[in-house]
């Protein structure tokens, strides 16, 4: 299908972007302070600093190392469980997929962390690719990635959309070589871009068939 945005795929991010990373990070660190009993929730919320990514954060809080060992199986655990694809977001990539867009995840997250994930959600059945950070050399916003991911889609950076909450590795990265970009502020915590933005993931859908065309660097 020819869309009039002449928009052919679609590049996704995954961590809020497809879905709400951040309430589940933020309902795990509840459970964990209510678990341990220690203020968890005010040190790691996600507004004071990236979620906990090693054993050894934990450690570091804790102290205790049964302790930390607990509080780090119950956190993650909890985290996949609570995690849930933005609302809107199984139709519209329905409605893409029906209509012949090409769909693909390009994500800076391990795959032992984005294909469950994904799975989990019922979401990976969408994707024609899933690319992780061990996928290239380099991340985003690295141009190589987005060569590369151009590259498998056999498609000129114009016919394809960039949409991530990242406003330097997803949008501005995408548009600096050429590819279309929408901010998916719906799911980001920084300041709204101000040349095009996504309130909804609905919103994808009227960029693509609307005829409105996400900005690029052209």
């Not at 690295?142 to 997803?170: I, N, Q, W």
Request: glycine share 8%.
């Amino acid at each position: 299908m020819t869309t009039s945005s002449g928009i052919r795929a679609v590049i996704f991010d995954m961590d809020n972007t497809l879905h709400n990373l951040h309430a589940a990070a933020q309902a795990a660190a509840d459970a964990v302070s209510l678990f341990c009993g220690a203020e968890f929730t005010l040190h790691f919320t996600p507004l004071n600093r990236d979620r906990p990514s090693l054993p050894g954060e934990f450690k570091d809080f804790f102290g205790d190392e049964n302790t930390a060992s607990q509080a780090f199986s119950l956190y993650y655990t909890l985290e996949l469980q609570c995690l849930r694809e933005f609302d809107g977001m199984l139709e519209v990539l329905q409605s893409l997929k029906d209509a012949g867009i090409r769909l693909v995840v390009l994500s800076n997250s391990d795959g032992h962390s984005v294909y469950p994930r994904l799975s989990l959600m019922g979401l990976d059945g969408f994707f024609d690719a899933v690319f992780v950070r061990e996928s290239f050399v380099e991340i985003k916003p690295s141009p190589a990635v987005f060569s590369h991911v151009l590259d498998f889609l056999g498609m000129d950076a114009a016919e394809v959309l960039m949409v991530g909450d990242s406003r330097k590795k997803d949008v501005a990265a995408a548009r600096a070589c050429g590819i279309s970009a929408m901010h998916a502020w719906y799911g980001s915590w920084e300041d709204k871009d101000g040349v095009c933005a996504a309130d909804s993931p609905e919103d994808i859908l009227r960029f693509v068939f609307g005829g409105a065309k996400a900005a690029s660097s052209e």
